[in-house]
């Protein structure tokens, strides 16, 4: 049964009700994640049925004024993120029945074009032509800017969604500019075409479309340096929103590089895997660097986003450097292992990113320096966001661990590579990544326990109660599906085997139906892991009954140095806690501080200490804003041509025109 056109109709009546019930708060939110639910239930049904092996899965509308038509068609790697998009929308939208009446007086906007964001973001992978991919890039682009600026009230978010836009148009231009090329070789937009066109291309050719893909998906994907807009617009969003950006719209980005570089052009030379695997370790590294520097919770959130668009890519560039030495086994493993992390990521960073949403709903503000405490208010929300970091952090047996760990496997197994170059790549960024790993755990030790231990740091925190029941469902489930992607990986790998299928035709897929067969799980057997921490656990606490008796419970209060009582001044702050770090790497951060002093009648005792930090952000003060400062001298230098004179305007027309006149009459002579 074709469920795609079904499932798009739901989702483009959703958009249609929330207009014309505009007038009517309630009714327009109904009307929108009811059409999201169904809606996204049907897409997963459909990439369920296509992963099962129905090729039915399509959609075909004819294109405006001429234009080439609107082609969709499901495959197995198509469906593979398709799935992934429907399943955190699910989520997302569950969490939004009771997060989305905080925003009742945009009830109608935010419902449109939040049905509109997920029917794009789900036809782009669908997309079987590249005036349809484009089309629906576009529109994913255009909804998702108007949900960032939802608030537009408020200046941070107008200069996010201003910043996201452009950065958006700029890399459509470069998919536009790769898809032109592969265009004029295949003579179709078709996307079939293209992939009988593009290994034929010469080498420079292949190149450059390789390296115009990479930057315009890279954008998308938020990889260092194009992920300046990432950090402002993520945040930006109300939060059900930020889960479906930062979870899975991104990850269209990582879908668009492994179409091209694979489907397209059938892989490339060597550098083209060491560009990737560079690009993916400075990415990781940087993001959690920048992470860790944050205290607001939400923007924390987005710099992890960059983070682990990085571990994605590091899977992704080793495999297509074992592809160029004809590994292809290695090859397969590690691009499993990234998107194995694709899937994952999406998973867990959803949970935080809802978390998030339920703290700044309780308490009122993102930074965490005003939160504290919370646990004992939302005990569930802190439980199900203490899932989440451990799984962000990589700590078994959750999931993040299980992708980190096969992407730690693929990288070592570079050692065994010819190249000396390509040995030292994959072992710097084995490094990088267990470099990543450790400051990932310490940025979510901050995280929560500045969020959710402690004593409160405001009244807002101190009144704070837990989440309704809707967002602890999606939340939960989500946390479930960390443990579950975790302790079960063999099923996982299996559908990223044949999601794969499709890009690698000659790789020896049939022959390896379970990835342990090429050695990428290891010695780690997940449920085996999960059982051996369960029996240490339980075997500390039988030995604690056994020798210390029966527990004695006494109260007392916290020794405090003598003072009277704690107090929330005295608790450690975000600050606080990431100095070493910023010590230490204060060659990149290039730290300043301020310290004021309010001096009282005694000399030596001030009345108050006011301490104040910042930290450079190097990729923008160094390549952003020189950039646009000699483009603002551009225009104010061009402006001096617009005089507001018809006479003037007319005598550039005819300047142009002599010109254009005398250059035609060169080139006929």
């Avoid at 790993?437 to 901050?446: E, H, N, Q, R, S």
Wanted: with cysteine.
């Amino acid at each position: 049964m074709n469920l795609l056109p079904a499932s798009a109709a739901c989702l483009a009546l959703g958009t249609l009700a929330c207009l014309l019930l505009r007038r009517s708060p309630v009714a327009a939110r109904s009307a929108s994640l009811g059409a999201a639910l169904l809606g996204s239930g049907l897409m997963l049904a459909a990439s369920a049925a296509c992963l099962a092996g129905d090729a039915g899965q399509a959609m075909v509308l004819p294109g405006p004024l001429g234009a080439a038509g609107f082609s969709f068609r499901l495959d197995p790697f198509s469906a593979l993120f398709c799935g992934l998009v429907s399943c955190i929308a699910l989520a997302a939208s569950v969490y939004g029945l009771s997060y989305a009446s905080g925003y009742d007086e945009k009830a109608a906007a935010l419902g449109a074009f939040y049905d509109l964001f997920l029917l794009a973001m789900a036809l782009v992978p669908a997309a079987d032509n590249a005036f349809s991919f484009l089309f629906a890039w576009e529109a994913m682009t255009l909804s998702s800017f108007f949900l960032v600026t939802l608030d537009h009230e408020k200046a941070s978010s107008r200069r996010a969604g201003y910043l996201y836009f452009v950065m958006s148009q700029a890399g459509t231009a470069l998919i536009f500019a790769s898809f032109l090329i592969l265009w004029r070789a295949a003579g179709s937009l078709e996307f079939a075409a293209f992939r009988l066109a593009g290994p034929a291309l010469p080498a420079g050719a292949k190149s450059a479309v390789f390296l115009l893909a990479l930057a315009g998906f890279g954008l998308k994907a938020g990889t260092v340096p194009l992920h300046i807009w990432l950090p402002y617009a993520h945040p930006a969003a109300p939060s059900h929103v930020s889960a479906l950006m930062s979870g899975v719209m991104i990850k269209t980005g990582i879908y668009g590089i492994l179409l091209t570089a694979l489907g397209f052009l059938g892989g490339g030379p060597a550098w083209w895997g060491g560009l990737v695997l560079g690009l993916g370790a400075v990415s990781s590294v940087l993001g959690v660097l920048y992470a860790l520097m944050e205290h607001d919770l939400k923007r924390l959130l987005a710099f992890h986003s960059v983070e682990n668009i990085g571990i994605i890519l590091m899977g992704l560039g080793a495999g297509m450097l074992f592809s160029s030495f004809e590994l292809p086994e290695l090859a397969l493993a590690a691009y499993a292992a990234g998107l194995y992390h694709t899937v994952n990521h999406a998973v867990f960073k959803s949970l935080l990113f809802l978390g998030a949403g339920s703290v700044l709903k309780a308490v009122g503000t993102r930074d965490m320096e005003k939160m504290g405490g919370l646990i004992k208010n939302m005990p569930a929300t802190a439980l199900c966001f203490l899932v989440g970091s451990m799984a962000i952090s990589a700590l078994p047996p959750l999931n993040g661990f299980m992708s980190e760990w096969l992407t730690f496997q693929s990288l070592l197994s570079g050692f065994g590579l010819e190249s000396a170059a390509g040995r030292l790549g994959t072992l710097t960024a084995a490094a990088c990544l267990a470099l990543t790993g450790g400051l990932a755990a310490a940025c979510f030790v901050k995280a929560f326990g500045v969020t959710f231990l402690a004593l409160p740091r405001s009244e807002e925190a101190l009144k704070a109660v837990e989440s309704p029941a809707f967002e602890l469902w999606a939340m939960a489930g989500l946390a479930g599906s960390c443990l579950l992607l975790g302790i079960m990986p063999g099923p996982v790998l299996r559908l990223m085997h044949a999601g794969l299928a499709p890009l690698l035709p000659a790789y020896p897929l049939a022959e390896t139906p379970d990835l342990a067969a090429v050695g990428i799980l290891g010695t780690v057997h997940p449920a085996v892991l999960l059982g051996m921490l369960a029996g240490l656990a339980a075997a500390a606490w039988l030995a604690v009954r056994l020798y210390a008796g029966p527990a004695r419970v006494r109260r007392a209060p916290t020794w405090a140095c003598g003072m009277p009582g704690l107090t929330p001044r005295m608790e450690y702050t975000s600050t606080a806690f990431s100095k070493p770090i910023r010590l230490m790497f204060a060659f990149l951060y290039k730290p300043s501080r301020e310290i004021r002093r309010e001096r009282m009648d005694q000399p030596y005792f001030p009345g108050a200490i006011h301490y104040s930090t910042e930290i450079t952000y190097v990729i923008r003060e160094r390549l952003y804003r020189p950039s646009v400062r000699t483009m603002l001298r551009g225009a104010h230098l061009v402006r001096g041509l617009q005089a507001g004179s018809v006479n003037l305007y007319l005598g550039y027309l005819c300047a142009t025109v002599t010109l254009l006149l005398i250059f035609l009459i060169g080139r006929a002579r």
